[in-house]
């Protein structure tokens, strides 16, 4: 230095600086260290802060007269460095030499300020609001500045008069625009032009870069929400943290408008922040899934060559081949090529996260890092403190620097954390979004043999729990190198202090290291076994839910009850054994530092008599082992959190990896040609493993014909369908689809949305066209009665519609878009035989509104085959036969046969009657229509069923439209803690002083974040439930082309979701900071208090107060977040109440009122007066009901839809309660009995058939009270005995979730075996039979006529020969039933007598009794009943050319 400043101006003078009462720092040093130190750190971060510059352009900020001003100061700041500098020049042409410091720091500050004034106008361009960097700078510049500052001051005072004028002079002009740069620095820049940063949506419009970024989301929220949502999307309440300046986001002032607006006011959705660009799904699925497709890319690549060939596609001329073609199959293919298959190199989802959110995570870890460092300043400055005290000679600026020092660290040390952990939530928000997104996507595209491995229960669980383990480790994932750092770094310093005693204290700790290391092993099992006994459980929840209706009707609620206690049961095995083992782990680290204390000071005092604890050595020692008790008590926590998460990143990491329907396996190409749809040699499967569903298919469908698909149930009708959507695994041949396509699935799906949305499913609004879809679809009577029309809200899975009109609405959304190709999977098995017939007339057939397009129907009607272009007859998975009607005829096959039994015959009589049933009804729209009009509670019957569930399950549903995802999600989110560290290490008189000064914050902040937490649960629903409905709907979405559209909607609402998590994330960040400011607080004035004290204090009590004192920070921070977590958290509590008080059903048992064990003996039933409604405040949806049906009796129920059919019987079960009057069942009053006594005598075959995951014998035996025998025996009967033998597991055949892995049609023969099994007195039929076709139907009346003959039955029908032979029908329209002998009708009301008495069957409809059968008699001969039957559902298309055609 003396080479620099010269002999006469020294660096260092310890009397002049330290032992004095008025301390300053020689010219040298001021001249060097002070002038260089901002210098230094600007020029060390420029090209860091260059390339970060270069990297983010947010637009273009106009010059601002505060940016002129910056620009004009930063320029005089030049001028006045370089004006010492030339002044220097000067003095040295005068011979006045001057040391080399007077050129080099000048020259170094001019550029250093130029350097300053060229960042100035870089942000400016670049759109930077406010510079941290440049606040930095100026800061540190100032603070420098103070010592020349006030040592110029001291040397004016001191002398005459100043010597050196100009550099006095030019100092304090450097030193006042310094000031006012940092000052101008606190303030913010306009927003840039061209950028997403808008500060006030009225006063500045959107920018045409905004409009765009919205354009997606703006889109989709009209067909979501309404035109409401698009109009809500515009106002957008942007987030102030994009404009806040750089002071604002260290101390999250920004927050403080939302936690007083929440203090004031309840929060509700409008008042949250838009979620920054950043944040969005949009920036963050994206960035995941292009580093997860360079990991499969570079797995793919790394495989062994062999392997290769294997995958590579085959060409098309060996695919074509029927058997017999020279040359190996793909099957032996596969097999010599097994043996040579490197096993493949899994793709890293781990290494894709990290280059995903690697860098921004860094950020995070860097501020950890210093914030490491800094937290060991405050005890060598509590050593210098205590030493302070003890010199009693000392001067007192010494102790107030340390005291303020101190201060200064602790607040320094409070910002850098809570960055650290704003970057880390941040961090874990990011991934969530982006594993969410990354999930929907995928569960979007896999096979359906993935589906199978992945039930919607399991993927739910990956987005929910596993998703939110990963967003919970980031949180504390550094502290998985900072724990060893610290530890590190307390022991160095323990070692000066205490010497090798410290190595006790290590000892103990290494000791505990192994004992850990089994816990987290053990952990990892039980945590593997728990998640498979969760995802069971949540399956399980899902099956139970959805056929929750299924469950009530059969009285199995037991039965499922238990199996779900015994996965619960298991899964609590599980937890308690982890529990444990946490416990142990917990005790082992939280004692460990006291135990390394203890043995450390115990060992330092016994190994030499000359070791003495004193204050000093004592209380730095405890404050470092206080230091050391947070990574020790983290770690186990961290690694505990780690295990968990590495186990979700196998699951994530397995799911993801499943195999993807391949897009091209169907030919989509729009190519000029005769065939719209064609199928060449065509083999395909469900999954690679099964055997094949479809061989040798051969099909090619000219454009504009009406292709018919018939054949039995299970025949592979539905798989030739699914073929043609690319839905199954080509094994061979080529399909190709030309043109657009709808579809229309066997079971219909409707979205939980307004009914025109459903319709319209995203095409744009058209009212002409749509009136014409309505009236084609039969849907414009349905309308009248919905409470908003069209713009009702439909329930989750359409529960607020009748089966018939779900059905319809389907059809009605492949109408309106306008496709090329229709395929239409048995759309009119749900809808009655006239419904069904001018739905074929004005739709589908040849006259119809889609005449001119491709149209491929599934169907069991055989009236509508004369009128269509081609019959497809299927056959064990093949083309039996193919031709038009007649050609058919002509081949004299077994379809012919079939035909001749099933022919139309003439029967005008039917035909008339008929014609008058439809006038009679066109007479009484009102009658026809549904009464299902509650708009929010949907459909009562399976409403009420969700809604009071089985009690005694901890899951009960509360709401219509989404109760599945809610019971899932509350059950979920209210189980769920997050693992928070705590420091209960305070003294009595500190936690008085910590109540009183946090209770203020704490109410601010319990207020907005209790809100913020309630609205988060909230918006957390519909994610899950958007989820599952696309699950469920699927082939649907992928038909016709809706991908994107869903995927947007999936982001969308996870970004509603993250809208109210920031900010709750940020409230934390926020009371952080100011309760540990307060704390600090207390540092300073205990370190105040003891430097104004030390003549009184000795330094044990001056060692005791300040290091008790350091501890209070985090004290404070942990007791006000965790008496604000319980607060928050008591919401899952208050849910949970809400659910334990939601009124249930009536009891299942009532021991003083149960019937006789064999009750009923006769089976009469009788409704006196009988009324009901969905639920109080609704309509009478049966009005005084009257009737009395005689024990044996069989009954028929007619009508259309939503005449309330389903309603009368379902009364029997009590899922309806009465309104007055009420039923009898052999003179047993129904309501005074409990409901599994009533129940369990009754059987139902309802009209959706339900099946739950499990084997087929729990299916048909829950509870196990048949033999095996008896099961065959219903299975003969139900006529499915063949299928189950020829599956290689027979009884015991796994059943997929909702029994997808059978046909409807099999799944309705599964429900029939069950009854066959029950063998009640009563019997239900609800449609019963309405998938199943014409030949099988026959087969089960048999059945139903042999094996029920004594038995009542009750059968609603859509098809008349099924209630044909019936003794009675009854019509309930008009809510009034009635009832006539012999034939099945729907009557319409007698206007004459007031409604009330039925009439006399209309002498039209009267059929002779030589044409009904007995009730004995076989209905495979030709009968009237199959003649009604068809002449009903073919009125319109003249009955007698399709007489002669047959």
Same mark, same amino acid.
């Given at each position: ?534 995802? #069971? ?119 993801? #990896? ?789």
């Amino acid at each position: 230095m003396e080479r620099l400043c010269g002999p006469e101006l020294p660096f260092w003078v310890a009397n002049q600086t330290l032992h004095t009462d008025q301390p300053d720092l020689p010219l040298c040093f001021q001249l060097t260290v002070l002038s260089w130190l901002p210098c230094i750190y600007l020029w060390t971060v420029s090209p860091i802060y260059l390339f970060y510059l270069k990297k983010n352009n947010r637009g273009y900020i106009m010059m601002s007269i505060m940016n002129r001003f910056k620009t004009v100061f930063g320029l005089l700041l030049w001028f006045v460095c370089w004006t010492d500098l030339f002044y220097t020049f000067h003095e040295t042409q005068q011979e006045i030499s001057q040391p080399p410091i007077f050129f080099i720091t000048p020259l170094m500050l001019g550029m250093t300020m130029l350097l300053a004034t060229f960042f100035i106008q870089c942000e400016r361009l670049r759109g930077v609001q406010s510079s941290g960097v440049l606040f930095i700078f100026w800061f540190l510049s100032v603070l420098c500045a103070v010592v020349p500052f006030r040592s110029k001051i001291l040397q004016a005072s001191s002398e005459v008069e100043v010597t050196d004028k100009l550099r006095f002079t030019t100092f304090y002009f450097y030193f006042g625009l310094v000031v006012l740069e940092l000052i101008l620095c606190c303030f913010n820049e306009k927003p840039p032009l061209f950028s997403n940063v808008v500060a006030d949506p009225v006063s500045h419009p959107l920018q045409p870069a905004q409009k765009l970024s919205t354009l997606c989301m703006l889109e989709h929220a009209s067909y979501i929400e309404g035109p409401e949502c698009f109009e809500d999307c515009l106002c957008l309440n942007v987030c102030p943290e994009s404009t806040a300046g750089f002071l604002s986001k260290m101390t999250f002032w920004w927050f403080t408008s939302m936690a007083i607006k929440g203090y004031k006011m309840p929060l509700e959705a409008k008042d949250l922040w838009s979620l920054n660009q950043r944040d969005s799904s949009k920036a963050m699925v994206p960035k995941l899934l292009k580093e997860w497709e360079k990991e499969q890319a570079k797995a793919k690549r790394k495989q062994n060559p062999s392997s290769q060939v294997f995958y590579s596609k085959p060409p098309p001329s060996t695919t074509n081949h029927i058997g017999g073609a020279s040359g190996a199959s793909p099957e032996e293919d596969e097999v010599l090529l097994s043996d040579q298959k490197a096993v493949p190199r899994q793709p890293s989802f781990l290494r894709a996260l990290i280059k995903a959110f690697g860098p921004y995570f860094l950020i995070g870890s860097a501020y950890k890092l210093l914030q490491d460092v800094i937290t060991f300043v405050n005890p060598q400055l509590l050593r210098m403190l205590i030493s302070f005290t003890k010199q009693k000679d000392a001067p007192d600026w010494w102790g107030y620097s340390l005291a303020f020092l101190m201060f200064f660290t602790a607040f320094l040390q409070t910002l850098i954390l809570h960055q650290h952990f704003q970057y880390c939530f941040v961090t874990g928000m990011h991934v969530r979004t982006a594993l969410i997104g990354a999930i929907y996507r995928k569960s979007l595209a896999i096979t359906n043999a993935a589906k199978r491995s992945s039930t919607l229960g399991e993927v739910v669980n990956l987005m929910s729990v596993d998703a939110q383990r990963f967003m919970d480790l980031t949180t504390f994932l550094n502290m998985l190198w900072s724990a060893p750092l610290q530890i590190m770094l307390t022991l160095y310093f323990l070692w000066q202090n205490l010497g090798p005693s410290v190595l006790a204290g290590v000892a103990v700790m290494i000791l505990l290291i192994p004992f850990n290391a089994v816990i987290a092993m053990k952990s990892r099992a039980y945590q593997v076994e728990q998640m498979q006994h969760k995802d #069971s459980r949540i399956k399980l929840m899902n099956e139970i839910l959805n056929g929750i209706k299924v469950l009530k009707l059969y009285a199995w609620e037991n039965s499922f009850k238990e199996k779900v206690l015994a996965i619960r049961q298991k899964e609590l095995d599980v937890l308690k054994k982890a529990s444990y083992l946490g416990a142990l782990s917990t005790m082992a680290w939280t004692s460990a530092p006291f135990m390394v204390a203890l043995t450390t000071f115990a060992v330092y005092v016994m190994v030499d008599e000359k070791n003495i604890l004193d204050a000093e050595t004592a209380f730095v020692s405890l404050s470092l082992f206080n230091i050391l008790r947070f990574p020790l008590n983290m770690l186990p926590q961290v690694i505990s959190s780690l295990v968990q998460t590495s186990v979700s990143l196998k699951r994530i990491q397995s799911f993801l #990896s499943h195999d993807e329907l391949d897009p091209n396996s169907v030919d989509r190409k729009n190519t000029p040609s005769d065939f719209s749809v064609t199928v060449v040699n065509g083999k395909f499967t469900w999954a690679q493993e099964e055997s094949p569903v479809l061989h040798n298919i051969n099909v090619l469908v000219p454009q504009g014909s009406l292709l018919a698909v018939v054949g039995h149930v299970g025949c592979g009708k539905s798989s030739l369908i699914s073929a043609l959507l690319g839905e199954t695994e080509k094994l061979e041949g080529d399909v190709s689809v030309r043109g657009s396509v709808a579809y229309v699935p066997q079971q219909a799906w409707i979205q939980n949305a307004t009914l025109r949305d459903n319709i319209l499913f995203g095409k744009l609004y058209n009212e002409q066209k749509y009136r014409c879809v309505l009236e084609a679809c039969a849907l414009t009577p349905d309308l009248e009665v919905l409470p908003g029309g069209d713009m009702t809200e439909i329930g989750e899975k359409g529960i607020n519609l009748s089966g018939g009109q779900r059905q319809r609405v389907s059809l009605a959304r492949a109408l309106y878009s306008d496709a090329d190709v229709y395929l239409l999977d048995d759309p009119l098995s749900a809808v009655d035989a006239h419904v069904s017939k001018h739905i074929f007339d004005n739709l589908i057939g040849p006259e119809g509104a889609l005449k001119g397009k491709t149209r491929i129907l599934v169907t069991h009607g055989i009236s509508y085959l004369p009128q269509v272009d081609n019959i497809v007859v299927m056959a064990d998975g093949r083309v039996s036969e193919m031709g038009s009607y007649q050609e058919l005829l002509k081949q004299n096959g077994a379809f012919a046969e079939f035909l001749r039994n099933y022919a139309l015959e003439d029967i005008v009589e039917e035909d008339e009657a008929t014609e008058e049933i439809i006038d009679d009804e066109d007479l009484y729209p009102e009658d026809t229509l549904s009464n299902h009009t509650d708009m929010v509670d949907s459909e009562p019957v399976i409403n009420e069923a969700k809604r009071k569930f089985i009690r005694q399950i901890s899951i009960i549903s509360a709401d219509g439209e989404t109760p599945k995802s809610r019971s899932v999600r509350r059950h979920g989110c209210s189980q769920r803690k997050h693992p928070e560290p705590q420091e209960k290490e305070s003294q009595r008189i500190e936690k008085l002083i910590q109540a009183e000064t946090a209770e203020t914050g704490r109410r601010f902040y319990v207020a907005t974040s209790r809100q913020l937490k309630r609205l988060e649960s909230i918006n957390r629903s519909p994610i899950y439930s958007h989820f599952s409905e696309t699950i469920t709907g699927s082939s649907v979405i992928r038909a016709f082309g809706r991908h994107s559209a869903f995927v947007c909607m999936s982001d969308m609402k996870v970004d509603e979701n993250q809208k109210s998590y920031y900010p709750g994330i940020v409230s934390n960040r926020w009371l952080g900071v100011r309760i540990e400011f307060i704390g600090n607080c207390i540092v300073l004035f205990a370190a105040l208090f003891a430097v104004t004290g030390k003549d009184d204090l000795n330094p044990g009590l001056v060692g005791l107060s300040v290091s008790y004192a350091l501890q209070v920070t985090m004290s404070l921070n942990w007791m006000v977040r965790m008496t604000s977590d319980l607060e928050n958290n008591i919401v899952a509590v208050e849910r949970v109440k809400e659910y334990s008080e939601t009124k249930t059903e009536a009891p299942w048992e009532i021991e003083d009122k149960k019937p006789p064990p064999d009750w009923p003996i006769q089976g009469n039933v009788e409704f006196h007066n009988y009324s009901v409604r969905y639920r109080e405040g609704l309509d009478l949806v049966l009005k005084n009901l009257s009737l009395s049906v005689k024990g044996g009796e069989k009954v028929g129920i007619v009508g259309r839809t939503g005449a309330g059919k389903s309603s009368m019987t379902l009364c029997l079960f009590r899922l309806l309660e009465a309104a007055e009057g009420e039923i009898s069942i052999d003179d047993v009053k129904i309501s005074e009995i409990g409901l599994h006594d009533l129940r369990s005598k009754l059987t139902i075959i309802p009209q959706e058939p339900v099946l739950f995951s499990g084997t087929l014998r729990m299916n048909l035996d829950p509870f196990e009270k048949y033999s095996d025998e008896e099961v065959w025996k219903a299975l003969e009967h139900s006529h499915l005995h063949k299928f189950v033998r020829n599956q290689p597991a027979k009884l015991e055949m796994e059943c997929s979730e909702g029994g997808e892995n059978l046909s409807v049609g099999q799944r309705q023969l599964v429900c029939l075996a069950r009854a066959l099994l029950r063998k009640t007195r009563i019997l239900i039929l609800d449609e019963a039979t309405a998938a199943i076709d014409l030949e099988t139907d026959d087969l089960i009346q048999s059945t139903i006529r042999t094996q029920f003959e004594d038995c009542t039955v009750f059968t609603i029908a859509h098809r008349l020969n099924t209630v044909m032979d019936y003794k009675r029908s009854v019509n309930p329209l008009r809510s009034v039933a009635r009832t006539c002998a012999g034939i099945a009708v729907a009557w319409q009301p007698d206007t004459r007598s007031g409604g009330e008495a039925p009439r006399a069957c209309p002498r039209k409809l009267r059929v002779p009794a030589s044409r009904v059968p007995s009730r004995g008699q076989s209905a495979t001969s030709g009968t009237a009943s199959r003649r009604v039957n068809a002449g009903i559902v073919a009125r319109g298309s003249p009955t007698s050319r399709a007489h002669q055609m047959a």
